[in-house]
């Protein structure tokens, strides 16, 4: 059973800088896709960024040149690095890995970003 598990969410204020983690407990591997989404209250759910297993990258606009992923396969683990943080980013992020077609999610992650 797939598992993936966020944490490093928190409170910053603006301008601050934050790194998620996406850990998967070696319950998933050589992945098609990882990425990361968010929902703001009130909001639908939205892609922040998604890399492929090729190295192909999609970052929304609202974050691009703030927001990288890495990830760390000897550790199961995906990372979503927020720099330069707004108060718009604030939402609760979720963590996402897509294989053979089928999708997985975290449970996910608190941020908020006070101006």
């Known amino acids: 059973q797939v598992q993936l598990v966020e944490s490093g969410g928190g409170s910053v204020q603006a301008g601050g800088s934050l790194r998620l983690t996406c850990d998967s407990k070696?319950?998933?591997?050589?992945?098609?896709?990882m990425g990361w989404y968010r929902q703001a209250p009130g909001k639908q759910r939205e892609l922040v960024i998604v890399?492929?297993?090729?190295?192909?990258?999609t970052v929304a606009d609202s974050v691009k040149g703030r927001f990288t992923i890495s990830e760390d396969p000897a550790k199961g683990a995906q990372y979503l690095h927020m720099n330069n943080l707004k108060p718009e980013d604030t939402a609760v992020y979720y963590c996402?890995?897509?294989?053979?077609?089928?999708?997985?999610w975290g449970q996910g992650t608190q941020v908020t970003v006070s101006s």
């Open positions: 890399m492929t297993s090729s190295g192909e990258t």
């Open positions: 070696g319950t998933i591997s050589l992945a098609n896709a």
């Open positions: 996402d890995v897509t294989k053979h077609g089928d999708e997985f």
